[in-house]
């Protein structure tokens, strides 16, 4: 076939598979954040959707799949200079937190006893871990692909690893040790362009399922 031919192809597949995702997103934000009725959607019909999408990713690039991680972002309104009343809410209600006045940005800490705590605790208690926090829209980066990904994992314990590497850390926070929206993002991207280079069986076999059923405030964080 002509390569021209075959890069549009790819192109139109990358195109579907974005609109798909932000569409997902969306409709998971709506659901567990927003807390909606919707017409033949629920947790288990997105998480079918989530995985073909997943499955039927062409091969492509980390900056391929940025361009699709950042439109699923923007899917659920996630902006680190953003963070919406709802989004609170959601970590508040959904993840058990409680509120802390430390800075003068809002924040969380986390209780121990919650599920996303434990998840994410190697990556704030590794030997000279960089990180304090992780901005509200970090975490719900975070929560939102465990919860949809029950069928076909993209974040899992190998990414988690890779978050807790040092010169890793280092690409994410600012100089207070918040891990952004946008360097995770990216960091994700790399990993999953170069777990799938390897063909590692890191993808889709990491299954982690959250029970989600379900202020304006600059740089909130979600704390350790």
Same mark, same amino acid.
């Given at each position: 076939?002509?390569?021209?031919?075959?890069?549009?192809?790819?192109?139109?597949?990358?195109?579907?598979?974005?609109?798909?995702?932000?569409?997902?997103?969306?409709?998971?934000?709506?659901?567990?954040?927003?807390?909606?009725? /919707?017409?033949?959607?629920?947790?288990? +019909? $997105?998480?079918?959707? &989530?995985?073909?999408?997943? @499955?039927?990713?062409? #091969?492509?690039?980390?900056?391929?799949?940025?361009?699709?991680?950042?439109?699923?972002?923007?899917?659920?309104?996630?902006?680190?200079?953003?963070?919406?009343?709802?989004?609170?809410?959601?970590?508040?209600?959904?993840?058990?937190?409680?509120?802390?006045?430390?800075?003068?940005?809002?924040?969380?800490?986390?209780?121990?006893?919650?599920?996303?705590?434990?998840?994410?605790?190697?990556?704030?208690?590794?030997?000279?871990?960089?990180?304090?926090?992780?901005?509200?829209?970090?975490? /719900?980066?975070?929560?939102?692909?465990? +919860? $949809?990904?029950?069928? &076909?994992?993209?974040?899992? @314990?190998?990414?988690? #690893?890779?978050?807790?590497?040092?010169?890793?850390?280092?690409?994410?926070?600012?100089?207070?040790?918040?891990?952004?929206?946008?360097?995770?993002?990216?960091?994700?991207?790399?990993?999953?362009?170069?777990?799938?280079?390897?063909?590692?069986?890191?993808?889709?076999?990491?299954?982690?399922?959250?029970?989600?059923?379900?202020?304006?405030?600059?740089?909130?964080?979600?704390?350790?």
């Amino acid at each position: 076939m002509d390569p021209a031919i075959v890069a549009q192809l790819r192109t139109w597949a990358l195109d579907a598979i974005a609109q798909g995702l932000e569409s997902v997103a969306t409709n998971w934000s709506k659901l567990n954040v927003d807390g909606l009725c /919707l017409r033949k959607k629920t947790l288990a +019909s $997105l998480q079918m959707e &989530y995985r073909e999408l997943w @499955e039927g990713l062409p #091969d492509c690039s980390a900056e391929d799949i940025e361009r699709l991680l950042r439109r699923y972002a923007r899917g659920i309104r996630l902006d680190d200079q953003r963070v919406t009343v709802s989004h609170s809410h959601f970590l508040e209600a959904r993840l058990r937190l409680t509120r802390s006045n430390r800075t003068s940005a809002a924040s969380f800490r986390i209780k121990p006893a919650d599920d996303t705590w434990e998840w994410l605790q190697p990556v704030f208690r590794g030997a000279g871990s960089l990180v304090r926090s992780f901005t509200i829209p970090s975490a /719900l980066y975070v929560v939102s692909h465990r +919860s $949809l990904g029950a069928l &076909y994992p993209i974040i899992t @314990e190998a990414f988690r #690893d890779e978050l807790c590497e040092i010169k890793v850390q280092e690409t994410l926070i600012n100089p207070s040790g918040h891990v952004r929206l946008l360097p995770l993002i990216a960091a994700h991207s790399r990993w999953l362009a170069h777990a799938r280079a390897e063909a590692t069986p890191a993808l889709g076999d990491d299954s982690v399922t959250l029970d989600l059923a379900t202020h304006e405030g600059d740089d909130a964080d979600f704390w350790s």
